[in-house]
């Protein structure tokens, strides 16, 4: 079955320090691929997508993401972590040819002064 | 400014009852979407509307039902058949309701219980 994994429920990090939240999916061909983040009690907003070309992508907000076609997998990196950073990461992928995007559990990033 | 605009914030539901979500866009987007998010689930599809007059049911459609009469509006109505109705619900579109497209949020609904 299809299906988007994040491993870490839960990430706590200080700030000014680096992050890497991870994603991985399991679907045959080369899916289209996204990071949101969930401020609390607020929609998602759209950090970043991949879909073809160069496997390193860069975001909003000083957010970057590697695509490894040999892991399966998305993870999303930020070389400094800012207070205002803390919130809710969701990766979701969607396949070519289809109408629906699943998105994963999600990893809450809480962020230490 | 564009975007989606979802109503109320808050939501509280009596047993039995049937209650309405209001979800409108004016991003002249023809893809809509309804997604329940529970803690550490994510988001599931509910249900997702590509045109007027037409729509379909995603994983957990049971106990919820949706009408597209105009293209900006996308309502969604948790009927007393859903048992277990406390969540957080979002609505999303999309400009034509392919996956490669970015989905843009509104801000949701939080839905309990009396």
């Known amino acids: 079955a299809q299906s988007v994994t994040q491993p870490d429920i839960h990430i706590t990090v200080s700030e000014g320090a680096s992050l890497e939240l991870r994603c991985n999916y399991s679907?045959?061909?080369?899916?289209?691929l996204f990071w949101y983040v969930q401020s609390p009690g607020q929609g998602l907003q759209l950090l970043l997508k991949?879909?073809?070309?160069?496997?390193l992508v860069q975001g909003i907000k000083g957010f970057e993401a590697e695509f490894k076609r040999s892991q399966s997998s998305f993870n999303l990196r930020k070389p400094s972590v800012h207070w205002s950073d803390a919130a809710e990461y969701f990766c979701?992928?969607?396949?070519?040819?289809?109408?629906?995007?699943?998105f994963g559990p999600g990893t809450s990033l809480s962020v230490i002064p | 400014d564009g975007g989606i605009t979802q109503s109320p914030k808050y939501l509280f539901r009596k047993e039995g009852q049937n209650v309405t979500l209001s979800c409108e866009q004016n991003?002249?987007?023809?893809?809509m979407y309804w997604y329940r998010q529970d803690p550490g689930q994510g988001l599931r599809l509910i249900y997702y509307?590509?045109?007027?007059?037409?729509?379909q049911k995603g994983d957990i459609a049971e106990g919820y039902s949706v009408s597209r009469e105009k293209k900006e509006s996308f309502p969604l109505t948790v009927t007393s058949a859903q048992k277990n109705p406390t969540a957080f619900y979002l609505c999303?579109?999309?400009?034509?309701?392919?996956?490669?497209?970015?989905?843009?949020f509104g801000y949701g609904t939080r839905l309990s219980i009396l």
């Open positions: 999303a579109s999309t400009i034509s309701g392919q996956s490669n497209q970015p989905q843009h």
């Open positions: 679907y045959g061909a080369t899916p289209y």
């Open positions: 991949y879909f073809s070309g160069d496997t």
């Open positions: 979701a992928v969607g396949l070519s040819g289809r109408d629906k995007v699943i």
């Open positions: 991003l002249n987007h023809d893809a």
């Open positions: 509307s590509q045109i007027v007059n037409d729509f």
